[in-house]
């Protein structure tokens, strides 16, 4: 099923899901400055802006990726994770995103309400303290991705443009992904649509 | 070579993920290196990493000229048909971002074990474009001299070990981590690539003190002594592609070599010697001197050739070929194949040949070989395959990006 679908769906350019990637936003997704390269200074375009004090400047997005939505119980939903570090001296605060796939993005997380996990929306945003990271994963923080506008297939691209609290930008491209997500992870509190044992 | 692995800023900063949910996703692997700062449980000194965490950028790919690693597993696959020039830019910049994390010893993105990922690994991946990926609407023409080995009189070639559209070399020091970035890489290239075949192997490439050894191939002989030393102008001539659309890569030849083990073991050891030139005992030239001494070719004993005329290392010495050579790297196997007759045990080398152009170097010391060479009494190619290695990337650029765009 799920697999059949996958490996049928290639090329053909698809709905709102862009491919053609701007080279600033290509380094972006591919981890600018990040991991062993010891360099504390990226070299990429993140740090183009140095002199700034924008949030977006500071920040530093890496193995971003979608979860595809071919082959999911629900494929109106969807959502965007990666780590972001904070190399600057200031906190910083994501407080949205926006992509074309997508109708509606906010950031949720997944927390434990009556014994069960379930998600909630972070109206105050996600604060990233200045010298450290956050990871947003499945059971995690993420960037939930509602009313998608089609499908997501893994091997397709998404464009994600972050949002921060003093109105800077980071846009990226994340790579979608299957990945077998838990059930009831994105219904509501308390629908108990789903037993969670 | 690269410099010794530095501990990253990213690494020291540790994450702070969400509650609750086991460990996160990539923050294990991180939290694994043990950052400076964090306070040691106890004060014994913790040992030594046991390999490297081999950065994945540069002008090459690394795992070309990284010492020979534990294990190396190479899968060959084929691109689904619709696949075109801009689905190939997407798995390339697929697998740049898999192979940045699991280099780094983080799970791939979106990887559902990522506590198989770990650093100081000795992992390397390399990426390969096979004859019919070199081609326009896809990554246009290969390098120079890049196409198939002709065949070969000795070749007893199969299709289940030969060709494909693209290679991945994986190399490590243990099979697990290989085993898993393998995995990785073939699931997410599913939209767009089909595994064809998949070859593993192993090596020994240190001595009993952790010192590098060129190692030894299932016959007992120390197998690579000859090799340009990675890091001189010799190598480098000998590797890369130094102009045009592929300058920094290179092409790598595949082939499967069974070795008949039994009828080796009836020769004595004299004559096992003889037939390649080289002692067992560490891989020294028959002519004397050590290992990485050259071999006379002139030198007589009681008027014979103290290396045969027919001897592999003649054969196969650059100076009866006008100075051509290769980068020989090797992974030992041993596998149960379905014969008529059942099941049966069948060893070998995974043979892998780096060289800047295929047809100029390394079709005519095969053919030579082919033509003459002790060693082919006891091997025989099962497999053949051919791929032109892409030029490295740089951080913030990805693999092929030059070749695609």
């Known amino acids: 099923m799920t697999r059949t679908t996958r490996t049928n769906r290639t090329a053909p350019a698809r709905g709102r899901v862009r491919r053609l990637v701007p080279a600033a936003a290509l380094a972006l997704a591919l981890g600018t400055g990040l991991a062993s390269c010891g360099d504390e200074e990226p070299t990429g375009s993140t740090d183009s802006t140095s002199e700034t004090t924008e949030q977006a400047g500071s920040v530093t997005i890496g193995d971003p990726w979608v979860r595809a939505t ?102 990226l491209t994340a790579p979608v992904k299957e990945f077998t997500e838990e059930e009831g992870h994105y219904h509501e509190p308390g629908t108990g649509e789903h037993d969670h044992s | 070579m690269s410099p010794a692995p530095r501990v990253s800023r990213r690494r020291l900063l540790g994450y702070v993920g969400s509650a609750g949910v086991g460990a996160a996703a990539g923050a294990g692997a991180v939290l694994a290196v043990g950052a400076e700062d964090a306070a040691p449980a106890s004060s014994a000194p913790a040992p030594a990493a046991p390999g490297r965490t081999i950065e994945p950028w540069g002008a090459h790919q690394p795992g070309v000229a990284a010492p020979q690693a534990a294990v190396s597993e190479l899968v060959a696959l084929d691109l689904l048909p619709d696949v075109d020039r801009e689905a190939l830019g997407r798995l390339m910049r697929l697998w740049t971002g898999d192979i940045e994390a699991l280099a780094a010893g983080r799970g791939a993105p979106g990887d559902p074990a990522p506590w198989l990922s770990q650093p100081a690994s000795d992992l390397t991946i390399t990426v390969g474009v096979g004859p019919g990926a070199c081609r326009p609407g896809l990554f246009g023409a290969g390098p120079p001299g890049f196409g198939d080995v002709p065949p070969m009189r000795h070749d ?83 590797v890369w592609v130094r102009e045009g659309r592929w300058a920094g890569g290179s092409s790598l030849v595949v082939r499967c070599i069974r070795m008949d083990l039994d009828t080796w073991d009836e020769l004595t050891r004299d004559e096992q010697e003889r037939s390649v030139g080289r002692t067992l005992a560490d891989g020294a030239p028959l002519t004397g001197g050590p290992e990485l001494h050259d071999l006379d070719l002139e030198a007589r004993s009681q008027g014979r050739l103290v290396v045969p005329a027919d001897a592999h290392a003649r054969r196969a010495h650059p100076s009866l070929h006008g100075g051509r050579r290769m980068f020989r790297k090797g992974a030992n196997y041993t596998r149960e194949v379905e014969t008529g007759q059942g099941v049966e045990v069948e060893s070998g080398l995974v043979f892998l040949a780096f060289q800047a152009d295929l047809a100029d170097q390394f079709v005519p010391v095969q053919q030579a070989l082919d033509e003459s060479d002790q060693l082919n009494d006891w091997t025989t190619a099962i497999g053949s395959a051919t791929f032109a290695v892409l030029p490295g990337f740089e951080q913030g650029s990805w693999l092929g990006e030059q070749l695609l765009t």
Request: charged share 20%; proline share 5%; no cysteine.
């Open chain 1, 70 to 171: 071919v082959g999911a119980e629900d494929t109106s939903m969807s959502a965007a994770f990666m780590t972001i570090d904070n190399d600057g001296e200031q906190d910083v605060t994501l407080v949205g995103a926006s992509t074309e796939v997508a109708a509606m993005v906010e950031l949720h997380e997944m927390s434990m309400v009556d014994g069960a996990m379930a998600m909630q929306a972070m109206p105050d945003g996600l604060v990233v303290a200045a010298g450290r990271g956050k990871v947003l994963e499945p059971g995690g923080y993420h960037v939930m991705l509602m009313d998608l506008q089609g499908e997501l297939a893994a091997g397709d691209e998404v464009e994600l443009t972050l949002e921060f609290s003093d109105g800077s930008e980071q846009a």
């Open chain 2, 156 to 238: 007893r070639l199969q299709e289940r070990w030969s060709g494909g559209d693209l290679a991945v070399l994986v190399a490590g020091r243990d099979g697990t981590t290989v085993a898993h970035a393998v995995r990785r890489l073939v699931a997410d290239a599913a939209p767009f690539a089909r595994a064809r075949w998949r070859q593993v192997g192993s090596w020994n490439p240190t001595d009993p003190t952790g010192r590098p050894q060129t190692g030894r191939n299932l016959f007992g002989q120390v197998d690579g002594s000859g090799n340009p030393q990675p890091g001189t102008p010799l190598f480098d001539a000998t």
